[in-house]
């Protein structure tokens, strides 16, 4: 059978290797940028690296007006907040420069200063009416792939839900990538964010969306988390263990933003809105157990996902070696030393119930999802990962 029809979006100009950041200041002049706001992940402070973006665009002649109240999974109010002020300044430029909270607070920014009201009104899919200002991302971990995709997720205190906005507009003119960025990592946040990763690799590789062109980024994603995580966990100053995972946390992104994920964010999504746990270790969590649920669906891809984290599957009938993928990444998850068991960060049968509530109401990713999956699912997937 012919593949379907499939279309693929990426950031126009993307910047990747060792001092890759070097270029900031000419991509901001190349986009006419004036008025830079630059919105930096605080925890980067200490390290100087938001100073070394800053000092970038200054180079080149453009103000800069500094924004580091970034929320870890970011608040609606927090994002209107900042664009307030950058629209206020008369900002003709977002640059973000951090994790995926400070990515997510640019995109929603970059958005609000060509689109009018509040980033609630952009909840969903495709309502911003045009693209934001030009923006420029630059990650400092590898995992999110925010510095790519048509998503943004944040937090809204009311509902204690993270509530998405999809749309086209918030891809980034400009991604630069630069490993170097990532050397001060802590180990704990190497491992959660490569998980996140793997998670974007696998889902994307396995969604009812996933075409040849995805194909080719996501399986190298897992075969490059899979040669590189253990290592950048051990020792963060390897660079070849560091510029491997910038590069698959790249290619992973590239991949959901074309494929999408499917159950392991949607089941994650409401742990980190019900419980405020971080967006990597809740995909971590469910990781093996969403593979597993999923295999039957194509055991040739899974089968495919075992071998490029290096299984020896020679020999093994489709269904063990589709196997080996969860197990396989069961220990990775195992020797990177996050969280494996739900209970392990509190939560206990009784919360059980409002988590399959809000994972059945995740139907942008289900409907990428290659197994149905009906609520006595979720609970029965949720109650193994307990
Ligand atoms: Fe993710």
Redesign the pocket.
Same mark, same amino acid.
Request: charged share 20%; with cysteine.
């Given at each position: 059978m012919a593949d379907k029809v499939a279309s693929f979006r990426i950031p126009a100009h993307i910047v990747l290797g060792c001092g890759a950041a070097e270029a900031v200041g000419a991509e901001a002049k190349r986009f006419g940028g004036r008025r830079a706001f630059l919105i930096g992940d605080p925890n980067l402070q200490k390290h100087g690296v938001v100073d070394r973006i800053m000092e970038g665009l200054k180079a080149e002649g453009l103000e800069v007006k500094l924004w580091t109240e970034v929320e870890p999974e970011p608040s609606v109010q927090s994002v209107d907040a900042a664009a307030g002020v950058a629209r206020e300044w008369g900002s003709n430029l977002v640059v973000g420069v951090g994790g +995926?909270s400070a990515l997510d607070t640019a995109k929603g920014v970059a958005l609000l200063l060509r689109n009018s009201g509040t980033l609630q009104d952009y909840f969903g899919i495709g309502l911003a009416k045009q693209r934001g200002v030009p923006s420029i991302l630059i990650p400092t971990t590898s995992?999110? +792939?925010a510095e790519i995709t048509p998503n943004s997720l944040f937090y809204v205190p009311a509902l204690r839900e993270k509530k998405a906005v999809v749309s086209a507009y918030t891809i980034p003119d400009v991604a630069i990538v630069d490993p170097l960025l990532t050397l001060t990592v802590p180990p704990s946040v190497t491992a959660a964010t490569g998980i996140?990763a793997l998670?974007?690799a696998v889902e994307s590789y396995t969604s009812l969306n996933a075409s040849p062109m995805t194909d080719l980024y996501a399986l190298e994603a897992v075969r490059l988390i899979g040669t590189h995580l253990r290592t950048a966990v051990a020792n963060g100053s390897d660079l070849a263990a560091r510029e491997g995972m910038a590069r698959a946390s790249f290619y992973a992104g590239v991949a959901?933003g074309n494929a999408g994920?499917n159950i392991v964010?949607a089941l994650a999504y409401p742990l980190q809105g019900q419980h405020r746990i971080t967006?990597?270790v809740a995909?971590s969590l469910l990781l093996p157990y969403g593979m597993e649920f999923n295999a039957l669906s194509n055991l040739t891809k899974f089968a495919a996902v075992a071998e490029a984290l290096g299984e020896p599957i020679a020999g093994l009938s489709p269904r063990a070696a589709a196997a080996r993928s969860a197990e396989a990444c069961r220990l990775l998850s195992m020797d990177v030393g996050i969280p494996r068991r739900m209970s392990e960060v509190g939560i206990r049968q009784e919360h059980i119930g409002a988590l399959v509530e809000g994972a059945m109401k995740m139907t942008r990713l289900w409907a990428n999802n290659p197994r149905q999956v009906r609520p006595e699912d979720a609970k029965a997937i949720l109650e193994k990962a307990l």
């Amino acid at each position: 059978m012919a593949d379907k029809v499939a279309s693929f979006r990426i950031p126009a100009h993307i910047v990747l290797g060792c001092g890759a950041a070097e270029a900031v200041g000419a991509e901001a002049k190349r986009f006419g940028g004036r008025r830079a706001f630059l919105i930096g992940d605080p925890n980067l402070q200490k390290h100087g690296v938001v100073d070394r973006i800053m000092e970038g665009l200054k180079a080149e002649g453009l103000e800069v007006k500094l924004w580091t109240e970034v929320e870890p999974e970011p608040s609606v109010q927090s994002v209107d907040a900042a664009a307030g002020v950058a629209r206020e300044w008369g900002s003709n430029l977002v640059v973000g420069v951090g994790g +995926g909270s400070a990515l997510d607070t640019a995109k929603g920014v970059a958005l609000l200063l060509r689109n009018s009201g509040t980033l609630q009104d952009y909840f969903g899919i495709g309502l911003a009416k045009q693209r934001g200002v030009p923006s420029i991302l630059i990650p400092t971990t590898s995992g999110t +792939g925010a510095e790519i995709t048509p998503n943004s997720l944040f937090y809204v205190p009311a509902l204690r839900e993270k509530k998405a906005v999809v749309s086209a507009y918030t891809i980034p003119d400009v991604a630069i990538v630069d490993p170097l960025l990532t050397l001060t990592v802590p180990p704990s946040v190497t491992a959660a964010t490569g998980i996140d990763a793997l998670s974007h690799a696998v889902e994307s590789y396995t969604s009812l969306n996933a075409s040849p062109m995805t194909d080719l980024y996501a399986l190298e994603a897992v075969r490059l988390i899979g040669t590189h995580l253990r290592t950048a966990v051990a020792n963060g100053s390897d660079l070849a263990a560091r510029e491997g995972m910038a590069r698959a946390s790249f290619y992973a992104g590239v991949a959901i933003g074309n494929a999408g994920t499917n159950i392991v964010h949607a089941l994650a999504y409401p742990l980190q809105g019900q419980h405020r746990i971080t967006h990597g270790v809740a995909n971590s969590l469910l990781l093996p157990y969403g593979m597993e649920f999923n295999a039957l669906s194509n055991l040739t891809k899974f089968a495919a996902v075992a071998e490029a984290l290096g299984e020896p599957i020679a020999g093994l009938s489709p269904r063990a070696a589709a196997a080996r993928s969860a197990e396989a990444c069961r220990l990775l998850s195992m020797d990177v030393g996050i969280p494996r068991r739900m209970s392990e960060v509190g939560i206990r049968q009784e919360h059980i119930g409002a988590l399959v509530e809000g994972a059945m109401k995740m139907t942008r990713l289900w409907a990428n999802n290659p197994r149905q999956v009906r609520p006595e699912d979720a609970k029965a997937i949720l109650e193994k990962a307990l």
